[in-house]
């Protein structure tokens, strides 16, 4: 296996890239070639269900036409501020659950062959029209439901640190080619924790921000049908704070583009904050939830950095709903109810996928509207618990993430447990509609990557990358 190291040059980091592209020492299409280059040499990592390579050989000659004519004209794009066109050039790919323009979406699933997207959602337009490069499409689970990516139609993606354990899921394509060097950067999405599930089986920068502060999350309101708070968030995945900042600009309003750069580069500035490290999880009540001795040994070295580095670190025990799992559960099912299948697509599913959507579409209308208000009743709480202090550190995965196979190999329901006893801390971020971060902060004694969660108060963004700089550059 390949080792992971620092690519050459320009190509060191999305920084790098960036300045690079933007003072004409590389050009975009060099740029894509690269990285083109660079999903072929690691296609044992199964990262990408689809790679769109003529149409990013074109775009990346746009943008050197548009790149030369900011250089000839003078513009001042080297300006950590700039906000018009702030990645041109700089190559990225999308989750195979999310709509690229002109490029098939599989959402993951056999049901039925890939279709064509007649327009880009609107986190990949805002992110098309701040000059990113799609190389192509990521693998990811089934409609994005588990926190593994495997699924019935493509390899499963792998994690570059061991070939033989996921990279966790549902961004575990991305996650795994941001991580060995195959893109430089990568757009996310987090539902339960997609984003940073695979940032820390990764040893990768995963921000989910909160409901809202990607306005193309928001396009269509802040619930669901049922009633039920939006889940789902993009975020970038990043090899350093930096690189991550610089994507999460490119994804944010105009007006706010460079406030996540500058936090990042002035993360002197934070001190002082106050922080409630806690393993408590809301699942605890029907789950056993053991928190492996290696993410706890991360987790007290990332509460030892924090108070080294001035900040007030006191433990907390926080008391979460006893029903919390059950609510949750039916919660994060519940769409499937709502997608029409004919008995030959319904074999097509993978066997978890198809249990869940039998236990959904077992459940009525008020049902599913008793779980969403449960669910916006302890997004409210949690805001509430939380908001006491300025930062909740937990630990992130409570376990190595798993082999290929290991979870999707079970019944369904034994499946779905597993992976909330992996992932104990996640998803109750979603549901409060916060932003949090994971970041890595050592390795086991096999060399996996291990991480932290820190949880902020709504709109801590910034705080929060400025928070992982200062934790990995201990």
């Known amino acids: 296996m390949e080792p992971l190291a620092p690519s050459p040059g320009p190509f060191e980091s999305a920084v790098a890239l960036r300045d ?3 003072r004409g020492e590389v050009i975009a299409v060099e740029a894509a070639e690269y990285y083109l280059g660079r999903i072929s040499e690691r296609a044992d990592l199964g990262a990408f269900i689809a790679v769109t390579a003529d149409e990013a050989l074109l775009e990346a000659r746009a943008a050197d036409v548009s790149l030369h004519a900011k ?9 950590a501020g700039s906000t018009r ?28 062959p890939p279709q064509l997207a007649a327009a880009d959602h609107p986190v990949v337009a805002g992110l098309r029209a701040a000059g990113t490069i799609s190389l192509g499409k990521t693998q990811v689970p089934e409609f994005g439901l588990n926190c593994y990516s495997e699924n019935l139609i493509a390899p499963p993606a792998r994690n570059p640190h061991d070939l033989e354990r996921t990279p966790g899921g549902s961004s575990g394509g991305s996650a795994a080619a941001v991580a060995a060097g195959v893109l430089p950067v990568a757009p996310g999405t987090d539902g339960g924790g997609s984003i940073r599930i695979p940032a820390l089986a990764c040893g990768l920068i995963g921000l989910k921000p909160g ?42 309003a105009e007006a706010a ?9 002035r993360s002197d500035d934070v001190r002082g904050l106050t922080v409630a490290a806690s393993t408590s999880s809301p699942f605890a009540p029907a789950l056993d939830i053991t928190v492996s001795a290696d993410a706890l040994r991360a987790f007290e070295e990332a509460a030892a950095r924090l108070q080294a580095l001035g900040h007030g670190v006191d433990q907390a025990d926080f008391v979460y709903d006893p029903e919390y799992f059950d609510f949750f559960s039916e919660g994060w099912i519940a769409s499937l109810s709502l997608i029409d299948l004919t008995p030959d697509q319904v074999e097509l599913l993978a066997p978890i996928t198809r249990e869940m959507r039998e236990r959904a579409l077992s459940r009525s209308l008020p049902q599913h509207k008793e779980s969403a208000a449960r669910l916006r009743g302890f997004g409210r709480e ?23 196979g290991e979870f999707s190999s079970l019944p369904g329901s034994e499946d ?26 050592t390795v086991d004694s096999t060399g996996l990557p291990v991480g932290v969660q820190l949880i902020g108060r709504q709109g801590s963004e910034a705080q929060l990358l400025a928070l992982a700089e200062q934790l990995t550059a201990f």
């Open 71 to 79: 250089r000839t004209a003078g513009a001042d794009e080297g300006a």
């Open 20 to 22: 690079a592209l933007r």
């Open 257 to 265: 583009r460079g406030s996540y750069e500058l936090a990042v580069l």
């Open 85 to 112: 066109q702030p990645l041109l050039g700089v190559p990225i790919a999308h989750k195979d659950i999310v709509d690229v323009a002109g490029a098939k979406t599989s959402f993951g699933t056999a049901i039925r």
């Open 382 to 404: 949690a805001r509430e618990l939380w908001g006491r202090t300025d930062i909740v550190l937990t630990p992130g995965l409570a376990m190595a993430p798993p082999r290929i």
């Open 416 to 441: 779905y447990k597993r992976q909330c006893q992996l992932t104990p801390f996640t998803s109750m971020v979603n549901v409060a509609g916060l932003p949090a971060i994971a970041v890595p902060i």
């Open 211 to 252: 409901l809202g502060a990607v306005p193309g999350d928001v396009t269509n309101g802040y619930e669901d049908v049922f009633g039920a708070p939006i889940l789902t968030v993009s975020g970038p995945l990043a090899r350093t704070p930096l690189d991550a900042a610089i994507l999460m600009d490119a994804m944010v």
